[in-house]
């Protein structure tokens, strides 16, 4: 089954305390995204990454990073976790061009 | 400027009526791309509807079809014969040219009685 896998679910933690939220597709897609969605802002793109080894921020990128070492994973990673960070976020992936997103079921984080 | 405008924090149709849901959009590309993604209460993202900024058909998904007005940059969803189902948070979304620059408007929430 085409799909964004992204993991985990649910995650509550600590301030300061370093996080990786995985996200992987199956679909040979180029393309990669990070999102974070709060409520009355729709969604905001954190950063993207348009193939291996090629990434760009987003409109919303401090205190995120990511890598894409390879094409089919796309890990977002909070260096040191802060309460405003506290989100839902979604991975997903398209491939190139005008085409729409594949997303993932989304990862709720809470940073108390 | 808001890149993607969405009117209407909340709607409510009746359930078989028609429902038209507005998104505005604002960009200098001439190449772009417009969606609409339905978010159910369960969370997920799904993919609605696309129209290319080049169609000059607007694009129709059995009961979606998207109101494509270049000139007045509007790119409004409509939805014939509501269903219980339909009840959920509505995205418009724009891709930009050769960026993977992607926005979302901030939603509209639809409420469909029966």
């Known amino acids: 089954e085409a799909q964004v896998t992204q993991n985990p679910r649910y995650l509550i933690t600590v301030t300061g305390k370093k996080l990786t939220v995985t996200c992987s597709q199956n679909?040979?897609?180029?393309?990669m995204s990070w999102y974070r969605q709060d409520p009355g802002l729709g969604l905001r793109q954190i950063y993207y990454?348009?193939?291996?080894?090629?990434?760009d921020k987003g409109d919303v990128p401090e205190g995120y990073k990511v890598s894409r070492k390879e094409k089919r994973n796309f890990p977002l990673i909070l260096e040191s976790p802060s309460p405003n960070q506290t989100s839902l976020y979604f991975c997903?992936?398209?491939?190139?061009?005008?085409?729409?997103?594949?997303f993932g079921s989304g990862t709720r984080l809470t940073v108390v | 400027a808001q890149k993607i405008t969405q009117t209407q924090p909340g709607m409510f149709v009746q359930e078989k009526e028609a429902v038209t849901l507005d998104c505005t959009y604002d960009?200098?590309?001439?190449?772009?791309?417009l969606f609409w993604y339905k978010q159910p209460s369960s969370g997920e993202m799904i993919f609605l509807i696309y129209?290319?900024?080049?169609?000059?058909q607007n694009a129709t998904e059995g009961r979606y079809s998207l109101n494509f007005q270049k000139a007045r940059k509007s790119a409004n969803l409509v939805i014939s014969a509501s269903q219980l189902g339909d009840s959920a948070m509505y995205f418009c979304?724009?891709?930009?040219?050769?960026?993977?620059?992607?926005?979302f408007g901030s939603g509209t929430k639809l409420n469909v009685k029966p």
């Open positions: 129209q290319g900024s080049y169609d000059e």
């Open positions: 679909m040979n897609h180029e393309y």
């Open positions: 990454s348009m193939n291996v080894e090629v990434t």
């Open positions: 979304a724009m891709r930009e040219g050769h960026f993977n620059k992607f926005y």
């Open positions: 997903a992936s398209s491939p190139a061009g005008l085409d729409g997103y594949t």
């Open positions: 960009t200098s590309d001439q190449s772009y791309g």
